[in-house]
């Protein structure tokens, strides 16, 4: 019998919403606690260098799905 599958996938739901607002928000954030501006700094750097890790490594994908 699974236990707590249900209660893992919501928490994970809830941090990963709580970690996209605080990227979507962080000049709003800082701006207000400005003591959380370098980890705000931070999250926002890793999570575009993340974006741009993943744009090279699957752009040729979806130039080949989209045709260009």
Known sequence: RRQG????????LVLA?????AYL???V???RA???APA?????E???AARLWLETR???IRDRLTGA
């Not at 705000?40 to 926002?44: C, E, S, T």
């Open 58 to 60: 699957l752009g040729s």
């Open 29 to 31: 954030l800082a701006a």
């Open 17 to 21: 919403g709580a970690g996209l607002g």
């Open 46 to 48: 890793g999570v575009d």
């Open 5 to 12: 599958g249900g209660a893992g996938f919501l928490l994970a």
């Open 34 to 36: 400005p003591a959380a």
């Open 25 to 27: 928000q962080a000049d």
């Open 40 to 44: 705000l700094a931070g999250l926002v």
